[in-house]
């Protein structure tokens, strides 16, 4: 089905010549631009400089953070693939891999929050199903703007739309999430999309290893002009006119990736495919660059022959489309009827557009001329690389933890504001928008009180198909901690994905990462960015949970105001027996409750002092990463043994607001009690999980036995939470826990 | 019992299904792709849910013109039995299988979770597993659920005991606030006059293996299974 469109005579594009003012516009700096000029050696064509400009965009290249990214820990005897693939792959046993990644898309989905988001989920499960996975699980981490702001409720609006219109048409369950509110997002909502698939690990496919002289083949939806220059719109700061770059946002359709899919998997079980590569941002230029210089090959490519979706685009408006949905191939020579075949029966469009060569260069014909003639391997290997100035961030002010009380009403209306608040309210409202049932293999789903998998859990967990293995899945981060102590904060991120996998049974094995910052020619939010890394690079290391994929979004800013640092973490662990998986729900009344880990009490920067002190004060907790292992080890052995029925952690507002949860999750109460004051019912101290169990004896023996902290406040049954017998019925908690969103939502 | 599934290219819960059949009644289905004319002798068909061709019009317009239907409807017209559910059930009403529409949930939103459902009769080979009454809890998972027919329709199919579930509260009271999306008399599956096709907006295949919420899809699944074994 290859484009049929009628030969014309060279059109004339009017296309301006390529001057420094041009690149500029095109987000090249002076030296940026010299360099091209040197590369190719002559003043570059118009569709030349685009190329260059988009694979040398902050988006593409990661000009401004590749120096820092190289410290990060990415190995360990199960990582099959670190970063540098399409997504990161483990190895899970019995021939079976799991491959993942996260991704943003937060410039386009505040221009246009529907097809933004969509896209964004759209374009993380294809760099999945590229790599031969078929995805099982999505979930997503969505940081917005504070309640009041005017855009706010608008952009949840057509970002959770878009994220259910995409994912519940693909057929990929949506199984868990984060949603946080804060004024730090007012101009620049994050929508970060995670997918996790599944594959044989003998049929993982690449983007290398395309050799010379082999088809280069087209497939998918039509190229239009949506999108051009995406990746350049993520690489710069908004400002009053970002409404106008409204054009660059690309428009979904999940049916076409649905069939993309299904046509992809068929194909990937013949032997045909030598190599594959998603066209992602910067579409069909980065795809093809990428195969040239893994394969250390040239690309040759005749766009007449692209399917195209509207008439007489340019070789430039062609190279640097970002519509969604397409896929670049390089088949083994004689498979172009067998494939073609393939994605005749899924109605996919496919054409062979050009050859792979010699030569290393990058030749783009098109009406009857040559637009394009440049080497590949310096636009890749001579990329721009940035070790931009950084200052470290202040050391942020400890407070007094004990000179902070109950609010008027005392513990109990301490909780009640909390569970109440925007970050702790319940997200029903956004997660009964997306089927998590799908594939009929979700065994916990998102939210608290859930009413799809009517389980809740840390992490979700998804059985993986005709065995009975699940995978647990979570995304993480407490942008609040990073901002007051990047070092802390990033080790936070990692340290609490490992405890939420943990808290259900599984081993964490990995994660993958999205790191949002704001402008990085800023010395201090570069500050915050790589003291982040470094305290991600500390976690990951000391807890053996390397990093294999990930992305990176800086210049996070509106006018200026910069988004709170937040490097999401998104993790998997691997639990072996799904009848060992273990939720937060209370399992029966009557049992002991324990904390495990040390409570000091710490109140800086929590979501106490925050919401009732309504002071974003003092330092971040501390994570004691030997503490949070040893925890974390005892918490499966714990489960392993079923000497714990219940497990949750301790995270956003404390012992008080975790107990709460695990209560909310199984309508069983629990009457606990403690020292009297709000450090210990509302401190945020790190590595620390309240369990149930019915054997306390035998539980406190095989504490002690393996050096645990742990502390006995109370136990299960009733219908009401009692703290220090201080009383307030489940029933009550729930309602002011679900009312505020939907609430919101309608006002 | 031999089952076909009907496979169009936005079909998602064919999985689903496939895994129930199997697990009930020991035989697996044949899966059999749109594009395909020949369904075989299969003692039951079933569309499962899904976005059959992207749904860009109505949900099930377009399946309902697509040559494999004209072979569904014959074999209907033969006394096949036929099971649709969610976007299957749309197909059913888009080809006029079954009557009424199928509109937007009145909250204009998709909406996934459990539901209650009240049996309203055991006269059928597909709830003959059933007391009238039973309640069981399975979810829904759609956009486009909301049950929509004239008065005299509605009138036809309560008088004829042709209406096989209705949404309801967990004590089995028919109200409003169990209705999810709108639906008339909170209709929720509805029989041909024969009582060999039902059509549901629920999918009772997500309720059935052990590691799933429950299991109460299973009564609904068996009764067909002792129908035609």
């Not at chain 1, 994660?511 to 910052?517: E, K, M, P, R």
């Not at chain 1, 890394?533 to 990930?550: D, H, Q, R, T």
């Not at chain 1, 029925?645 to 069983?668: F, K, P, Q, R, Y």
Request: proline share 5%; net charge negative.
């Amino acid at each position: 089905m290859a484009n049929t469109a009628k030969k014309i005579k060279t059109p004339n594009f009017n296309e301006p010549e390529v001057t420094k003012e041009l690149s500029a516009t095109f987000g090249l700096n002076s030296d940026e631009h010299d360099l091209m000029l040197k590369i190719v050696g002559r003043t570059p064509t118009y569709t030349e400089a685009g190329i260059f400009s988009v694979m040398w965009s902050e988006h593409c290249s990661y000009k401004s953070s590749r120096f820092h990214l190289k410290k990060l820990p990415t190995e360990a005897p199960w990582v099959i693939d670190g970063p540098g693939e399409n997504a990161g792959v483990i190895d899970i046993g019995d021939g079976q891999a799991a491959i993942f990644k996260m991704e943003s898309h937060n410039s386009p989905s505040f221009i246009e929050p529907y097809q933004g988001a969509a896209t964004g989920v759209g374009g993380i499960m294809r760099d999945v199903f590229t790599m031969g996975a078929r995805p099982i699980a999505n979930i997503n981490a969505l940081r917005f703007g504070e309640p009041s702001n005017e855009l706010t409720k608008h952009i949840i609006s057509g970002v959770v739309g878009g994220i259910a219109g995409y994912g519940n048409c693909m057929g990929v369950p949506t199984v868990g999430g984060e949603t946080n509110f804060h004024a730090d997002y007012n101009g620049n909502p994050l929508v970060n999309a995670m997918t996790v698939g599944i594959a044989n690990t003998d049929k993982i496919f690449r983007a290398a290893g395309a050799g010379i002289n082999q088809p280069v083949v087209y497939i998918g939806a039509k190229t239009g002009r949506d999108g051009i220059h995406g990746a350049t719109m993520s690489s710069a700061e908004f400002d009053d006119e970002s409404e106008s770059k409204r054009p660059t946002v690309q428009v979904g359709d999940p049916f076409t990736e649905k069939l993309l899919l299904e046509a992809c998997l068929e194909l990937m079980k013949q032997d045909a495919i030598i190599s594959i590569q998603d066209m992602g941002a910067a579409g069909l230029t980065s795809s093809s660059v990428e195969i040239a210089a893994k394969g250390n090959i040239g690309v040759e490519l005749n766009l007449d022959h692209v399917p195209q979706r509207e008439e007489m685009m340019s070789p430039y408006e062609i190279m640097l489309s970002e519509s969604q949905e397409r896929m670049l191939l390089i088949l083994k020579p004689g498979k172009e009827e067998l494939a073609k075949s393939i994605m005749e029966k899924w109605d996919i469009d496919f054409a062979v557009i050009g050859k792979t060569t010699k030569d290393q260069r990058l030749k783009i014909n098109m009406y009857g001329k040559c637009w394009c003639d440049i080497p590949v391997p310096p636009l890749v290997d001579e990329a721009p690389e940035y070790e931009r100035p950084y200052i470290k961030s202040k050391k942020a002010e400890e407070i007094e933890n004990n000179s902070y009380n109950f609010p008027e009403g005392g513990v109990i209306e301490a909780l009640k504001t909390l569970m109440e608040c925007p970050d702790l309210a319940s997200k029903r409202w956004i997660w009964e928008q997306y089927d998590s049932l799908v594939r009929g293999e979700t065994i916990y789903g998102p939210g608290i009180a859930n009413t799809q998998s009517e389980r809740a859990a840390d992490a979700a967990i998804v059985k993986i198909y005709e065995t009975k293995k699940a995978l647990a899945i979570t995304s993480d981060c407490t942008p609040r901690y990073c901002k007051a102590n990047p070092v802390e904060g990033g080790k936070q991120a990692v340290a609490e994905s490992y405890r939420n996998i943990c808290a259900t049974g599984a081993t964490p094995l990995a994660v993958t990462n999205n790191l949002n910052f704001g402008n990085p020619e800023v010395p201090e939010i570069m500050g915050q960015f790589v003291e982040c890394l470094e305290g991600m690079g500390k976690a990951c290391k000391e807890l053996n949970y390397p990093i294999v994929s990930g992305n990176v979004s800086l210049y996070n800013a509106t006018n200026g105001n910069p988004i709170s640092p937040t490097p999401v973490i998104g993790g998997v662990g691997l639990i072996q027996d799904i009848n060992k998986a273990t939720g937060i729900g209370f399992t029966s009344e009557d049992e002991i409750i324990y904390v495990i880990g040390k409570t000091n009490g710490h109140l800086g920067q929590s979501l106490f002092l925050r919401e009732i002190a309504k002071q974003e004060e003092g330092n971040s907790p501390f994570v004691d990463l030997k503490e949070e292992r040893k925890n974390g080890q005892f918490i499966r052995k714990c489960i392993d043994i079923k000497a714990i029925s219940a497990c949750h952690d301790i995270s956003d507002g404390g012992i008080a607001v975790a107990v709460t949860e695990m209560a909310l999750a199984s309508n069983i109460g629990a009457k606990i009690s403690g020292e009297d004051s709000a450090k210990f019912w509302f401190g945020e101290d790190q590595s620390r999980y309240i369990i149930s169990t019915k054997t306390p004896e035998e539980f406190e023996k095989i504490a002690d036995e393996n050096n645990i902290e742990i502390l006995k406040i109370g136990s299960t049954g009733g219908n009401e939470i009692s703290i220090n017998n201080n009383n307030i019925s489940i029933k009550t908690l729930l309602e002011i826990n679900e009312a505020w969103l939907p609430q919101y939502m309608a006002g | 019992m031999k089952t076909s599934i009907i496979v169009f290219p936005g079909t998602k819960c064919e999985k689903d299904m496939a895994m129930d059949v199997e697990k009930i009644s020991g035989r697996k289905a044949n899966m059999i792709w749109h594009k395909e004319t020949d369904i075989g002798n299969p003692d039951i068909i079933i569309l499962p849910g899904g976005f059959s061709y992207g749904d860009y019009l109505r949900c099930g317009a377009m399946a309902a013109h697509s040559p494999i239907m004209q072979e569904v409807i014959k074999k209907a017209k033969n006394g096949t039995k036929i099971l649709g559910v969610c976007n299957g059930f749309q197909m059913l009403v888009e080809t006029k299988l079954l009557p009424g529409a199928l509109l937007h949930n009145r909250t204009l939103k998709f909406i996934c979770k459990q539901v209650n459902l009240r049996t309203e009769t055991n006269n059928s080979p597909f709830t003959q597993n059933m007391n009238k009454g039973d309640i069981i809890k399975v979810p829904i998972a759609h956009g486009e659920g909301n049950y929509f027919a004239d008065e005299k329709t509605i009138k036809t199919l309560e008088d004829n005991d042709r209406i096989a579930f209705k949404y309801c509260n967990e004590k089995g009271e028919i109200d409003e606030e169990s209705n999810p999306n709108g639906s008339i008399n909170n209709i929720a599956g509805i029989f041909s006059e024969d009582k060999k096709i039902l059509g549901m907006m629920p999918h009772p295949e997500n309720s059935i293996l052990d590691y799933q919420a429950n299991q109460n899809g299973k009564s609904l699944f068996e009764g067909i299974l002792k129908e035609i074994a």
